[in-house]
């Protein structure tokens, strides 16, 4: 008997009509936008009428540093959903739009697996509302203004060599990593080194992730630097008078995206940063949503705890006044075993020597959530048949000498009853009193902010910064920015700033090239080791794999 693939999965479930899990939710009609039969847009209206319901729980769901082998992030999250609501619990799930680029890349799709899966899986890869594409309208707008204002006599004196705005496309295209616009005569332009992010990347992609509501979208927007005078004076998008038409252009995509799971239950889709990159969490408007519609609200933060979960709690929960109630942290035992240096091929054998070496990677995690945050937490073991008792025992055993349960997550198989267990354990974690406390202060200097996340959260020895970031960390401080929140740009794939080591290194430094103020997100982007903003794609991308026949139907999504 063959596996079905996740998108046959998908395409064979009988979803109910979008209206009927608005209904579910608690959304009345008049804030309901469709979009065909299955996905919908909610008006952040609603916001204001639920305003008086007090929140529900905040559940995050992250994961241990993320290997070839798997973890299944997305996974849990939809299948401890659907076991919770299996429960009898009011519950909803709050997750990322997935980005193009490592659709068609490495990655392949990111609305769960198996089972455990958010649908129409295929237009949630793939388009979905549009909202990735206004957002690089918005930005490449942003872009055309402020080279056209430099082509038309540059009244505000714009320095062509320090635009620090970038024009974005959702793919992965390092062709256009460093490219040279403005060539071909005196109309076409005038010359200047460019590049381009993916649109993950775009501050604009933050500003709507963080965004309160349109005014805070605009003001956010206006806030924008786009580049700096021949006296080294920041310009602003408000002074290109951009804000308002790139608000035009976001204003669908500022509401959040209503779907379901296999199982039913109400997802809200909104938002998509990478965590490496970028901040890498879902909207503070669909999160904020969930809450006020539901007991129990699930989302989660991209990659390892390192990157994804320590952003949403020391960014998005710091702007938007948010506290988690407990935490989920997802890992495998063949991803732990890769970990300890077990071959890609031998992670089916079972070997307790590798398991042991790749274990402080979990650990380390685990310790993090729950002794620099204070958060309750969970290990949740997305279990592979070829786990082994003895396997699943040892994870058990070093998790508990950490005063952590484990709980098996089988979602992928048997969605939400695979998700009970786990589902349990998570209901009796929110009950248990949280003493949520942020990384850093507020007011620490920003060298000493990232030099904090580095010892804290990553456990470097200490961070060194080139002579452009320590100069550029100087100028921030002189402009104003020094209370803002730090988003470091980091390999997904180790603790340090070099991809090679994995598990739980020590005795490293984490090297910074350069700064970067966000000020419409209102962060400072930390460029450390290598990390860049336009991924470019493997040498079998999974585009290749992608097809679809003469009845419309799509294959090769996974």
């Not at 004076?233 to 804000?243: F, K, M, N, R, Y």
Request: glycine share 10%.
């Amino acid at each position: 008997m063959s596996i079905k693939s996740d998108i046959q999965i998908a395409q064979e479930a009988e979803l109910l009509p979008i209206g009927r899990i608005a209904e579910t939710a608690g959304i009345g009609e008049r804030y309901l936008e469709t979009y065909g039969k299955y996905k919908a847009k909610i008006h952040y209206d609603i916001l204001e009428e639920k305003k008086d319901r007090p929140n529900g729980r905040l559940i995050l769901v992250t994961a241990i540093t993320p290997t070839p082998a798997g973890e299944g992030k997305t996974t849990t999250t939809v299948g401890l959903a659907d076991g919770m609501k299996r429960l009898g619990k009011d519950v909803l799930v709050a997750l990322r739009e997935p980005s193009l680029g490592p659709v068609f890349g490495l990655k392949g799709g990111a609305a769960g697996g198996g089972r455990a899966q958010v649908v129409p899986m295929e237009e949630i890869n793939l388009h979905f509302t549009g909202d990735i594409h206004a957002i690089s309208a918005a930005n490449n707008l942003l872009a055309a203004m402020l080279d056209n204002h430099i082509y038309q006599g540059n009244k505000l004196d714009l320095d062509v060599r320090r635009i620090t705005w970038r024009r974005c496309v959702d793919m992965n295209d390092r062709q256009l990593r460093s490219i040279v616009t403005g060539l071909g005569g005196r109309t076409k332009g005038v010359p200047r080194e460019d590049s381009f992010d993916i649109t993950a990347a775009s501050e604009i992609m933050a500003i709507l992730c963080l965004a309160s509501d349109m005014a805070d979208l605009k003001t956010r927007l206006g806030r924008i630097i786009v580049g700096y005078t021949t006296d080294n004076e920041p310009v602003t998008a408000s002074q290109l008078h951009a804000q308002g038409a790139m608000a035009a252009l976001l204003a669908d995509a500022l509401k959040p995206n209503l779907v379901q799971t296999l199982e039913h239950t109400p997802a809200f889709i909104h938002g998509g940063p990478f965590a490496n990159i970028a901040h890498g969490c879902n909207s503070i408007m669909a999160t904020k949503m969930a809450l006020k519609l539901s007991d129990y609200t699930i989302t989660e933060a991209g990659f390892g705890a390192d990157l994804g979960a320590e952003k949403f709690l020391d960014i998005k929960c710091r702007m938007a006044g948010l506290a988690p109630d407990a935490c989920v942290i997802v890992a495998t035992v063949r991803a732990l075993k890769h970990h300890g240096g077990a071959a890609r091929e031998m992670l089916d054998e079972e070997d307790l020597d590798a398991l042991k070496r790749g274990l402080p990677n979990l650990l380390r995690h685990v310790e993090n959530i729950t002794q620099v945050y204070g958060l309750p937490a969970v290990v949740a073991v997305n279990r592979f048949p070829a786990d082994t008792e003895a396997e699943l025992a040892l994870i058990e055993e070093e998790c508990r000498k950490l005063g952590v349960n484990v709980a098996l997550s089988e979602v992928w198989g048997k969605g939400g009853e695979g998700g009970i267990a786990l589902a349990r354990e998570v209901v009796r974690l929110c009950e248990t009193p949280s003493r949520f406390t942020f990384c850093y202060d507020d007011d620490l200097p920003i060298v000493e902010k990232i030099r904090t996340v580095a010892k804290r959260i990553y456990r470097a020895d200490d961070v060194i910064l080139s002579p452009a970031a320590e100069k550029k960390a100087y100028q921030l401080e002189n402009l104003g920015f020094g209370r803002l929140p730090v988003c470091v740009a980091k390999t997904q794939y180790s603790f340090s700033d070099n991809p090679k080591l994995a598990g739980a290194p020590d005795h490293f430094t984490i090297t910074v090239q350069n700064l970067k103020v966000s000020a419409g997100a209102g962060f400072i982007v930390v460029l450390t080791g290598d990390i860049m903003t336009m991924p470019g794609l493997p040498p079998v991308p999974a585009a290749e794999r992608i097809d679809i026949d003469e009845r419309g139907r799509i294959s090769g999504l996974f």
